[in-house]
């Protein structure tokens, strides 16, 4: 490639609306450009590297056994009802009517259409177990697209699906596509993790973990051990538990406490000379449209997925603020269990566990003292209702967990037959029995990976791109392109690589040094050989992207670094 | 690729509603399938196939210099208001709003893209010329999908965009993606004509060349020479003219005759026991909402590109039936060109040249005998307004004109300077003036090429894929898979033709022997090797999908014939 002709439009400044390391460096670096909010044009530049992620991962998926097809954007309305998805799915779901005034959907996933395709085309046992996937454009209409490719509405993804005649089965095929993700995502150089999630919100059963790669903008919480063997995002995140001796102290009785103006835990903390910690902190939900109170101790973190979860609910959301008020019959900011009644009462474990506590009175400008578990209220359901926090321990014993923050690049799920009950992929048994296939959804965002691995790695100056990725592998610059000496020796080098199969950008554009070496960091391409002052001589410049070291080396030594590198 | 695990639901029958011999070919080997209409998913063996049509492409527009990019699919609806084609595009458009009600079109085509994002990005000549494509998903609202892939709502297409400095530039790129196409169209395995085609449809000026694959079924007439060397569209043809020698016979004055129930040229012959050739046509046509009158002879049709582009308009359609009787006088059947007023009149060169004819004589159930052009009626217009038909002489004198069918593949088209001018795509020239840059466009149907492929290369048995395009090179069934000698040979080909990186599909199903013979014959793969009763001996039944011959040959002359065929 000469980048005289190539369309690489590098910038001195990125955007004001560009805020992460990674949006700013793709936008300077000429990779992308944005047509409208959450929809980006891939330059040239851009589209290379987009293309070797998508090698990677189609290697990795038929090496796991999967089978490529495409299946269409453009998906009838009618199935996504089949499903039932139709009208949950919300504002995300792109709908437009054909001239025929006939529904449609743009697919954000792909599970109607190839639910619907192998009920059609499977009929026994012996055509399964199949994994089929593809990469495909997907739409979702975000309510807030953000950092570039991160988040966008029109995106590039690798969706797989698998159909298995039992669990069993679907573990072997979990595992199958488990591997190949931590391959693909060790390929184009992330620093990541896969860690457990919740199955919860796609409304599947059993297993399912998220790869997330590691990032200060990531949107995820991560949790992880000391040692690494425990990994969850926080919705998931459990923590080690032991049931405290009994105490056989006496709590004195409960004690009204006039506490106007304190409503928030820092408040009540300042008004008692008290920590956070012997707070009862009660919340008011309504969980499917029914209204419960979950009660956790006053430095922690409501978890609603576990809330959820225990009640076996589908929606959850905070209370409004009459509802509290009548609920309470008190304002807002006072809320406490001992007296509380018409709700599903449940308690942390941890608060179940204390002694007495501090709480809200149920009524305006007041708390309540000594309130003890069990005596001054009976909990309907006592489990563990919180976030996990850092310094907690690790459920397995493998030290105290720390919190990181994850950007979403993956995600294995076992789905269960809740797709091919609904919309029929079943298949004849041995014994000619009718039964659903169990299957496992397995996602990749492949635009997304560009942003991750740029959030990554890059410096101040620019990307530093992975070898797997980079745009090329080694930029050849002469320093003065109209230097014959420098620009035949720029050219010999760059043929000799083309020659050996070694993809090379030359910068043949009438620039000065200092440019071409200003835009050579920006892209970030692995190697770069300045032809300079030495060219006559044979000797060029020498260095890596990744680090400060210049060499001056001769043609060939500069030749072998590159190719013994690679 | 193991056909036991493969999903190839290949069927014995077509949907009923499967015209086309490429359509019911492509259902039935398993390689696509309709979700809705017009909207299609290409099964694993069809999205390989698909797949080799991309890297051909790919190869020879990167070849041609070309530089590949990737543009969003969902189109701001002001690009498409500043082009101007928002609201002229009609119901093709597939029009959407996002959750804040912004307008979007699904990119039937990408013009207004490309060429705001080149507004954006070049300045300066010295970054020209630049010509960039992409392999993308295109949705076209057609109201008649029909044919399988032939005409489809949601398809793939290659399409590219070339900015220039001059024509004289374009001259050059443009003979350079029409000699890629040449390429591609070669090697894809297809029998295609480049036709000259009309250039006022887009909107643009120049010249402009369909690529044509000869088939029945084809949408289009293509026109073409004895010796090939004119070959034009329908719309496009032109044939060979010359002004007869002036006559000096006295011609009878006009002569009205009653001709009820004579509404039809066919019905007039009837009725005058003459031929077609000595009637004027006369029809009434709106152009741009003012009504002309085109005045060819019984024996043709009328050419509205033609008669638009002499016109300079941009919209024609026949006037109807009221407009007609308030223009003629009489009911429709009966316009004749004498006494016609208040329309523009347009009279084909040929027409002019006679003599005399017969013509309606804008009377109810009246014609006219003996109407001589220049003493009854007086053209506004002569020229060339009518379809080229079978034994015209061609332009260029290379022989009569033959008529072909068939469906375009391929289109380039010098745009000019229509869409830089609307949308700011311009550059500042060496002398420090501002230029709108050249533009020409060119589009490959990557999907549709899989029909026109099979359309022409078929049997009654199956496909018969070219060589670059097939799914694989080879393709080896076992008889007998539960026979240990013939698994075992089969296995042991398989692989090595595997490592010899020859692609080969090993039927590896407990199916008999018919059934697996007659998959093979609809897949259609250049090369079958049966291992059968000689196993034991190392001997195979070798066959080519093209021919009927089957030969016994052993397991090295077989390999050896695969290998030296490629």
Redesign the interface.
């Known amino acids: 490639m000469k980048q ?4 690489i ?1 590098t910038l001195r400044e990125a955007p004001a609306d560009a805020e992460a390391a990674s949006h700013k460096l793709m936008l300077r670096a000429g990779l992308i ?1 944005q ?2 909010s959450g ?6 530049l ?2 290379r590297v ?1 293309k070797k992620v998508q090698e990677i991962v189609r290697e990795e998926m038929d090496r796991a ?1 999967a ?10 309305a009618e199935l996504w009802r089949e499903s039932g998805r139709y009208d949950v799915y919300g ?2 779901l ?3 009517k ?2 025929h005034d ?1 529904e ?1 959907a ?1 697919g954000p996933t792909h599970e109607e ?1 190839i639910t ?2 192998v009920a ?3 009929s026994s046992y ?2 399964l177990p ?1 994994t ?1 996937y593809q990469i495909q ?1 997907k ?1 979702r ?1 975000e ?1 807030r697209p953000r950092f570039g490719l991160l988040r966008g ?2 995106f590039l993804m690798k969706d797989a699906y698998s159909f298995d005649r039992s669990w069993e089965e679907l573990d072997v095929t979990y595992r199958a596509m488990y591997e190949a993700y931590s391959r693909i995502f060790t390929r184009v150089g992330l620093n990541f993790r896969a860690v457990q999630a919740d199955a919860g919100a796609i409304g599947g059963e059993g297993e399912t973990h998220e790869f997330m790669a590691l990032a200060d903008i990531g949107e995820d919480t991560i949790v992880v051990s000391e040692n690494g063997n425990y990994a969850a995002n926080l919705e998931k995140a459990e923590m080690f538990w032991e049931e405290p001796a009994a105490s056989d102290q006496e709590v004195p009785p409960m004690n009204r406490v006039h506490t106007p103006n304190a409503h928030s835990i820092d408040q009540l903390c300042a008004h008692f000379a008290a920590e956070a910690s012997v707070f009862f902190k009660t919340l008011l939900y309504k969980v499917d449209d029914r209204p419960i109170a979950v009660v956790v101790r006053g430095d922690r973190e409501v978890n609603e997925t576990k809330v959820l979860n225990a009640l076996g609910g589908e929606r959850i959301e905070l209370a409004e603020g009459a509802e509290v008020e009548r609920l309470t019959g008190a304002a807002v900011g006072f809320a406490g269990p001992a007296g509380l009644s018409g709700v599903k009462l449940l308690v942390d474990r941890e608060v179940q566990a204390m002694e007495a506590g501090i709480a809200g009175a149920n009524e305006t400008d007041y708390h309540a003292e000594n309130v003890q578990p069990g005596r001054d209220f009976a909990a309907d359901l006592v489990g563990d209702f919180r976030n996990a926090a850092e310094g907690d321990l690790s459920p397995d014993g493998s030290g105290p967990l720390k919190f990181y923050r994850g950007i979403e690049v993956g995600h294995v799920f076992k789905l269960g037959t809740k797709y091919s009950e609904k919309l029929g992929a079943g298949y004849l048994d041995e014994g000619g029995r009718r039964q659903a296939a169990i299957m496992g959804c397995y996602g990749i965002g492949i635009s997304r990976i560009l942003s991750a691995v740029v959030e990554q790695s890059h410096d101040a100056n620019g990307i530093v791109w992975p070898a797997e990725l980079a745009p090329a592998v080694v930029h050849i610059i002469p320093a003065a392109i109209k230097d014959e000496a420098q620009r035949n020796l720029a050219v010999e080098l760059y043929e000799r690589f083309r020659s050996a199969g070694i993809e090379a950008l030359l910068d043949d554009r009438d620039e000065r040094a200092g440019v071409k070496f200003k835009d050579a960091d920006l892209i970030g391409i692995p190697y770069r050989i300045v032809v300079g002052r030495e060219a006559a001589e044979g000797r060029v410049e020498f260095k890596r992207r990744a680090d400060e070291n210049k060499e001056s080396l001769s043609v060939e030594e500069a030749f072998s670094q590159v190719t013994s590198g690679r």
């Open positions: 005289n002709q190539l369309l439009p450009r047509l409208a929809v980006y044009t891939y330059l040239p851009g589209f987009l056994g089978q490529e097809l495409l299946l269409p954007a453009m998906q009838p504002p995300e792109i709908r437009l054909d001239r006939r449609f743009l259409v619907a395709l059609g085309e499977v012996r055509q199949l089929l454009t739409y209409d309510r509405r029109e």
